[in-house]
Nanobody, 120 residues
């Protein structure tokens, strides 16, 4: 089993910044990808950004140039630096990891979510 602990959400004014963190622990042999998704109020969950074990990154068009995903392999932690925040970035942000938990079992896990509110 894998546990994900997210932190860093909160209330911020438009144009402000926040940094989300997600620390993974448990039975992890290898990370394939780590990433962030979000669910705005009344909408479906959507991709924000992912990073692979080769450090290849992928971003949704709506956050390109404003958000940066990174990871600390030694700490099994993924970060999302969010700059120039807009009200439309308001959402619950979820961490996701796609990992090898045994020699032949690959699974993905979700964090509990952290609320980000962008408002003046």
């Amino acid at each position: 089993q894998v546990q994900l602990v997210e932190s860093g959400g909160g209330l911020v004014q438009p144009g402000g910044s926040l940094r989300l963190s997600c620390a993974a622990s448990g039975s992890i042999r290898l990370f394939y990808t780590m990433g962030w998704y979000r669910q705005p109020p009344g909408k479906q969950r959507e991709l924000v950004a992912t990073i692979s074990f080769l450090d290849r990154t992928n971003y949704s068009d709506s956050v390109k140039g404003r958000f940066t995903i990174s990871r600390d392999a030694g700490k099994n932690t993924v970060y999302l630096q969010m700059n120039s925040l807009k009200p439309e970035d308001t959402a619950v942000y979820y961490c996701n990891v796609d990992v090898l938990v045994t020699e032949s079992t690959r699974r993905d896990f979700w964090g509990q979510g952290t609320q980000v509110i962008v408002s003046s």
